[in-house]
């Protein structure tokens, strides 16, 4: 019994001294790991990626034919091959809990070289503080573009736009002193305030509005829907900062 013939695939790809595209690699890896004999085209210069695009009427690279008809690039690969296309203006909460997921290790962590019982007060104090400092440095990774978001619906940045500015500074400063359990003269009312005033936001915005908003809370370049996430980002501070008031070391 003959053996059936390979599948084959043509892949053309940018592979050029000062840039390789990684889409192509990426392109590559997925016809081999479906089966295909790739027969990989470099295309060495500019102008010999001009004139492909040219010939083919495509705007980009990398481009994929099988048994002479062009699948298209990477995205339109995946599509044939039935995989998933993410689209980069879908919403998605995998930032924020990713967040949430990090902090829980981190105060896992911590508790670990403490000593401290996993489940207990000081390690969920621990997982608040921490993740706000890890939501306050992806803000801070761009301040003018979160501060901008932020206007579209918080009630005080929106009185005074500075606020939005000084907010993940805010954030950053109240998670470590909290994390440090120092200073809570400044850390519990700072954590209160913008607490208190974020949470009276979502609210006003998402459930008194109705309007449909991207969460800041992640940064200002997120899909992550305003809402839950963002009222239990800022209730977490507040119920964080009673629960410190009340319940001093």
Request: charged fraction near 15%; glycine fraction near 8%; hydrophobic fraction near 50%.
């Amino acid at each position: 019994m003959t053996s059936p013939a390979p599948k084959t695939a043509s892949l053309y790809r940018m592979v050029m001294a000062d840039h390789i595209c990684p889409y192509g690699i990426k392109s590559r890896w997925l016809l081999r790991r479906h089966g295909y004999v790739v027969d990989d085209h470099w295309l060495k210069t500019r102008a010999e990626t001009d004139a492909f695009k040219t010939e083919h009427g495509v705007a980009t690279t990398p481009q994929t034919f099988i048994d002479g008809r062009r699948i298209g690039g990477h995205d339109d690969l995946r599509r044939f091959l039935g995989l998933k296309v993410r689209d980069p203006s879908a919403t998605s909460y995998v930032p924020v809990l990713t967040v949430f997921a990090v902090a829980a290790l981190l105060a896992g962590a911590i508790g670990w070289l403490t000593g401290t019982a996993l489940l207990s007060t000081l390690t969920l104090e621990r997982f608040v503080a921490a993740a706000m400092m890890l939501l306050a440095m992806l803000k801070l990774q761009d301040v003018d573009r979160f501060a901008t978001m932020f206007l579209n619906y918080d009630l005080l940045a929106r009185r005074v736009p500075p606020y939005g500015q000084a907010y993940p500074f805010l954030e950053l400063g109240a998670g470590f002193l909290m994390l440090m359990r120092v200073f809570d003269w400044i850390s519990i009312p700072v954590a209160a305030f913008i607490g208190g005033i974020g949470a009276a936001s979502v609210i006003k915005a998402v459930y008194i509005d109705r309007r449909t908003l991207k969460c800041a809370c992640v940064g200002g370049n997120s899909n992550v829907p305003l809402g839950f996430v963002s009222l239990t980002e800022n209730l977490m501070m507040l119920a964080m900062a009673l629960w410190m008031l009340l319940a001093p070391m």
